[in-house]
């Protein structure tokens, strides 16, 4: 009963009726399409060579994963990548503080205006849809002011240290910590105290409340782990881009909301997983890549990024449907025998 789902007189396996499984298929399939079409798809150095435009989003979609899964969003998060590294050129440009020890200071700054954010939502009660579209303004205006419309270069040995060289081949240090936080925040999320509590969060907040969850506590909590991997999200940017200004990840957020959903979060909260949101970034990566190969138009690429969205969700909302199904199936075979 544990490996299969009825559906009348047909099984169907449990791995197959999750939205992480069509997610891998269609990233199967996006990437064969791109392959037989762009054949350097299928050199592993061109692979990690272009891995390394889609790590900021990564980042934030891992933490994402977490304030959506506890039945939040966070709107602010592209905003925050950008007022932590403007902030971040203006220390050290305008007032000479040294680059190295204010790259360890940005994830602090990342933690306060994430958390911000989640003492809002958390003490006011407010929705956090409405406060971090507030705060995305803000914090990308404050990024304004600090730097106007002019760039700012970082020093040349910070440029480019996203990118290792290791046998001769230039490994990018963003996919390798990606990878290496996903699988910790995974653990975290799906084997832990603090995880269980994020799912009765989005399952049901005031059943949390009762149940002893310390939800304003929690909701701080994956709110300031936002703003941290913003703010590590700027620091990658600032260096592979070699500047920093303040329409940095424009946009950004939909590109972040759109990999966790697709990887089967429910928008609603309560549903989603670490694994999902990572099959839905390198999907993501697949048909972005196979699109500016193809010399598709910018705006037709972000018109395909809001019409995945709204897949994602309407899949969503189609599984939940099939779960429901084939579990009142389940039980009425098992009630008939």
Request: hydrophobic share 55%; glycine share 10%.
């Amino acid at each position: 009963m544990n490996e299969v789902l009825a559906t009348g007189r047909r099984t169907v396996p449990r791995w197959m009726a999750t939205p992480e499984s069509i997610t891998a298929a269609l990233l199967v399939v996006a990437f064969g399409v791109s392959a037989a079409f762009v054949p350097r798809f299928l050199d592993a150095a061109y692979l990690l060579d272009r891995s390394s435009l889609y790590m900021e989003v990564g980042l934030m979609a891992l933490a994402m994963t977490f304030v959506i899964v506890a039945g939040h969003i966070d709107l602010s998060c592209a905003s925050i990548l950008a007022l932590v590294g403007t902030s971040i050129a203006t220390l050290h440009v305008k007032l000479g503080v040294p680059l190295l020890p204010l790259v360890f200071l940005a994830p602090l700054l990342g933690a306060l205006l994430g958390g911000i954010n989640g003492v809002i939502v958390a003490q006011l009660g407010l929705p956090s849809l409405v406060v971090t579209l507030a705060t995305m303004a803000l914090y990308r205006g404050l990024a304004q002011v600090l730097l106007g419309d002019h760039s700012v270069s970082l020093p040349a040995w910070f440029t480019g240290i996203e990118r290792v060289a290791i046998a001769g081949t230039l490994l990018p240090v963003p996919l390798v910590l990606f990878l290496g936080l996903a699988v910790a925040l995974g653990l975290v999320l799906h084997k832990t105290v603090f995880g269980t509590w994020v799912f009765a969060m989005g399952t049901n907040a005031e059943a949390a409340r009762y149940s002893g969850v310390p939800v304003a506590q929690v909701t701080i909590s994956v709110f300031v782990m936002s703003g941290v991997f913003s703010a590590m999200a700027a620091m990658i940017m600032i260096s592979r881009l070699g500047v920093a200004r303040y329409d940095h990840a424009l946009g950004l957020e939909l590109d972040v909301i759109t990999a966790v959903v697709l990887g089967g979060a429910s928008i609603f909260g309560g549903r989603g997983t670490v694994t999902g949101s990572v099959l839905a970034l390198f999907l993501i990566a697949v048909l972005q890549t196979g699109m500016g190969v193809a010399n598709v138009k910018a705006e037709y690429q972000a018109t395909a990024s809001g019409a995945l969205l709204i897949v994602a969700v309407l899949m969503g909302n189609c599984f939940a449907r099939f779960r429901k199904w084939t579990a009142s199936k389940g039980e009425g075979s098992c009630s008939g025998s």
